[in-house]
């Protein structure tokens, strides 16, 4: 969603009727808080996920994934590259992107292709070792051959054709984990790649244990998403669901509370105090917001407070604002 400044100081939370959350009950799994909280909440995720990397063998040292790099500029149309499977994923471009797909091992890369100019020193050393080690064969070609291939403007040098990322199903989202309750994240109309991509890595950077994509008015897991999510599509859980809306309902009968993120909220999203509990958040489009029957189902509509001359953030941005929200209040 494009978060845009609102412009109303009205108090209140939620809509009009909705459930109570005292009327939630305390006995759910995974560590969820008893008591009353009040309406619009923040939650409380302990621990962080630690991913099997079985492609690679020995997992990578320390939980930080900083020295994953910038996901670069613009793209070109990847209209032209098939996605096979509801989510897609097939092709894989950037170099923290292709090293991040054979580290995970969670499903089989066919083979690489790699610009016969470029170094193989660094990242790109690592990729060769690894698909290496893993029988992944490595083809070297030519930069005109390798732009032909790919379909973004700065593929770095490396293109990776793998299977399609297996699809979670929402029922297993949502019941988040032994020690911790479901914090997951759902998109409203983010039809653009690239901020579907920033918005994943972000989610997963801030612990959300789900992503759930629509399967029509949605972008899924093109070249440049995977490009700009920098390997982070290879982490993230994801379902496809038929319709947002019946997946909210779906979700508020498994005990998850639903925050939504928009302009007319009258919740700061620093106020809300069902974080700690099984939370979603759900972002919209850039421009339109949340639509309106998603928007009548959420428990919370919350807003982040803009302090300057300009009316709005981007979907990434302000998703970035209400996640690690959440992840402070459940770390």
């Known amino acids: 969603m494009a978060q845009k400044k609102a412009r109303s100081n009205r108090p209140g939370s939620g809509k009009p009727g909705s459930r109570k959350p005292g009327s939630r009950s305390g006995s759910r ?82 083979e690489v292709f790699l610009g016969n100019e470029v170094e193989r020193v660094d990242i790109v050393a690592d990729i060769v070792d690894l698909a290496s080690e893993l029988g992944v064969p490595v083809r070297s070609v030519s930069r005109s051959k390798l732009d032909h291939i790919a379909r973004t403007e700065a593929p770095q040098g490396v293109v990776a054709m793998a299977e399609a990322l297996p699809s979670s199903e929402l029922a297993a989202l949502s019941r988040g984990s032994e020690d911790s309750p479901a914090f997951l994240l759902a998109l409203d109309g983010v039809t653009d790649p690239q901020n579907l991509g920033a918005v994943i890595r972000i989610a997963e950077c801030a612990g959300v244990d789900g992503v759930l994509l629509p399967r029509h008015r949605s972008a899924h897991v093109t070249p440049t998403v995977t490009k700009a999510a920098a390997g982070a599509v290879e ?33 700061s999203i620093h106020d809300i105090t069902v974080g700690a509990e099984a939370v979603c958040l ?34 990434a941005s302000a998703g970035a604002v209400a996640c690690y929200e959440v992840a402070r209040l459940r770390s």
């Open 282 to 315: 759900v972002l919209g489009a850039e421009g339109p917001g949340l639509s309106r029957l998603v928007r009548e189902r959420c428990d919370v509509v919350a807003s982040i407070p803009l302090r300057g001359a300009l009316a709005s953030l981007n979907v």
């Open 29 to 110: 799994s995974g560590g969820r808080p008893t008591g009353s909280p009040s309406r619009g909440g923040s939650g409380s995720k302990s621990g962080s996920r630690a991913p099997k990397r079985s492609g690679a063998g020995a997992p990578r040292g320390g939980g930080s994934r900083s020295a994953r790099g910038r996901s670069g500029g613009g793209a070109r149309s990847d209209s032209r590259s098939r996605t096979d499977g509801a989510l897609g994923g097939t092709q894989v471009e950037g170099r923290h992107a292709v090293r991040e797909l054979l580290l995970a091992g969670r499903r089989r890369t066919k």
């Open 235 to 267: 982490y993230m859980p994801m379902a496809v669901v038929g319709g947002l809306p019946s997946a909210i309902e779906q979700m508020r009968s498994d005990g998850i509370w639903v925050v939504g993120l928009d302009a007319g909220g009258e919740t």
